[in-house]
């Protein structure tokens, strides 16, 4: 994992540096104004004049370090914009991961106990809906019916949780949903499937057989071995999240990483799209890091040397 | 068994799998249906897709079956030749990374060594990062156009066929007949094409169709962005991203687009779980 990052590094590296026309145009918005002596003196104050592995080296140290550049357009530390603008980012991808398991777990189940052809073929469309139907379109439509049909839209600056957790939940609810549905389709379909394989085998009629309880049986010896197709799903899912992080808070005006992103694109600010890129890629390694973790305690069986 | 028995044994087997497939046939109709439209668009349309022809925002009926957009074009006509820029770029972008990624996984599988190591390893630093951020990053740098969309979306799902296409490389490239293959003299490149290639190919297969669907999806999404097609052409994505301002005094204009990105994606995500039930039992979808 760590020889990707290292690996990531280098490709957002090599990718800004590949980018037509130097910094120092794009920085000064001046292209072909500055003389080649004034541009030299900014390349030199930039460090941008010294050799591609040196630059590499001096950002990977500082990278490393915690500090990640300066922002062109405001001068900032990087860092500091996004430890502002984390915890939206944070607030949004928790929810919706909560609101996914939380729902698609258990409807998950009912479909893999039901003897019913309909609400398992009901489960497959619905499975196939949230993979087909594209969030940012979802999201769109909430917004319309919520502002058509209900006359009604949350407050327009982000408030955060702390400040007044009641607007905070109104302005989280559309966003999640959106983020949620599709998400919650995808992990419907494999708790079913998974759910299905767990309770042909031997030890759930045991279970059975011996008299425990329906819901023991399938919440204990059924649901605890399936977890693991369902966990790796989830993890595998962050990365559709997170890129419908970026989607979604850009049409909800949530000031997050993926707004911040976004802007970073469209400015062309080039530390601030490193920063973020790097942080959204760290994100996913870790959060599969620790999909791999919860597989030993989900099932002792499963050990790392 | 003469020609044609042999093609009604194909017909009928062919017949027996749709029976039993209900779904893919299903995805394979909406395909065919939506790689119609694709193909026959100037046929299909009364009006120029991007010239202003009336009204704005005019409601659906009379001449315009669905209305016009907020600068006066053809809703329908619009929506019609979006169907060409889906498929155009969302195919290509798959045909990228199909080649570019099932030969570098049939190649490192193939050889092994070093080349093995840095190719996986290049595949494992472009899947470290999250699909879509990845192809942000990517227009970004190529600059935002519909062909440079199409080459970052290729990038991206390349990783995939690698690592499909590599697996099932190393565990024929052990197998008897080739080295039988081998033996009578032939050469890596006969024995790549004529005894790897055909291991691979069903997995690819599914790939390919399920990638279409994602691919698609992605074109949509860069460019609901602004990072993919540049108006005036018409894609999805972008009438979506410009229907947000004026929704409210036109419904259809957000609608639509949205519904023929889900139906082409849920033509693609049908016939791919069908192909995977056909050609790979040992996962079977639900």
Redesign the interface.
Known sequence: ?A???L??S???FG??R???GTIVDILAGTEGRLGPEQRAAVLHSFGLDRPLPVQYGLWLWNLVHGNLGWSFRTQQPVGELIAARLPITIELAVLTIAVVAAVGIPLGILASVTPSVRV?AL??IV???G????N??TA??L??VA??AFHWLPALIFTPPWVSPWTNAQQMLLPVTSLALGLAAVVV?MT??SM?EVLGQEYVKVARAKGLRGGTVLLRHALRNALIPIITVLGLQ???L???V??TE??FGLPGLGWM??NG??Q?DYPV?QGT?ML??VT??AVNLAVDLLYTSLDPRIRYE | MSRDAGAAVRVARLARLARRNP?AVVGAVVIGLTVFIAVTAPLLTRYNPVSQIAQPLLAPGGPYPVGTDELGRDELSRLIFGTRVSLYVGGLAVVIALVFGASSGIAAGFYGGWLDNATM??M??????????LA???T??L?PSLTNAMIAIGIVYAPTFARIARGPTLAVIGLPYIEAARAIGASNAIIIVRHVLPNVSAPLLVQTTVSL?TAI?TE??LS????GTQPPTASW?LM?ST??QY??LD?WI??L??VA???T??GF??LG?GLRDVLDPRI???
């Open positions: 994992m020889a990707a990052l690996g990531v280098i490709l957002i990718l800004v590949l980018l037509p398992k489960a497959q499975g196939l809906l993979l087909s139907v594209p940012f379109w769109v439509m917004i319309l502002s058509y379909r079913r499937s299905l962050t990365g559709f997170l890129g419908g970026v989607i850009q049409i992103l976004l694109v469209y062309r799209v890129v959204f890629a996913f390694a | 779904t390893r290049v494992d630093v472009l899947f470290s990062m999250p699909a879509l951020v942000i990053t990517l970004s740098v600059g669907s999806l949509a999404a609901f962005l602004g990072l994505g979506l229907a947000r929704m409210l419904p957000a609608v687009p949205g990105i889900a139906v994606v849920l995500n049908l779980d079977r979808t639900m």
